[in-house]
Nanobody, 123 residues
Framework: QVHLVESGGGLVQAGVSLRLSCAAS????????MGWFRQAPGKEREFVAA????????FYADSVKGRFTISRDNAKNTVYLQMNSLKPEDTAVYYC????????????????WGQGTQVTVLS
């Protein structure tokens, strides 16, 4: 079992930065790839970014590539999402998740999810 808790969301103006954190406990964190997803009102949950267990590889949705950076600190059991140059279309609830099996950009590939943190970007 993995317990995930996100933090760092907020209400910001377009163009600024936010850093989300996801603290993990339970099953050995270091063995899991981790991902960030987001869900806007009325839309399906979508992939944002993922990182392998040893930070050797990172993956990004095209919509955030070049603006967002995923990282992790295995000593702190924490994964981060640095979000720069935020846009109103980035407004969503952001979730971190622990990868289980399958393609990194698919929701069913993850078996544990946090409760989410709201990010609202004003124009």
């Amino acid at each position: 079992q993995v317990h995930l808790v996100e933090s760092g969301g907020g209400l910001v103006q377009a163009g600024v930065s936010l850093r989300l954190s996801c603290a993990a406990s339970g099953r050995t964190f270091n063995n899991n790839a981790m991902g960030w997803f987001r869900q806007a009102p009325g839309k399906e949950r979508e992939f944002v970014a993922a990182i392998t267990y040893n930070s050797g590889n990172t993956f990004y949705a095209d919509s955030v590539k070049g603006r967002f950076t995923i990282s992790r600190d295995n000593a702190k059991n924490t994964v981060y999402l640095q979000m720069n140059s935020l846009k109103p279309e980035d407004t969503a609830v952001y979730y971190c998740a622990a990868h289980n099996n399958g393609l990194h950009y698919l929701v069913p590939s993850y078996d544990h999810w946090g409760q989410g943190t709201q990010v609202t970007v004003l124009s």
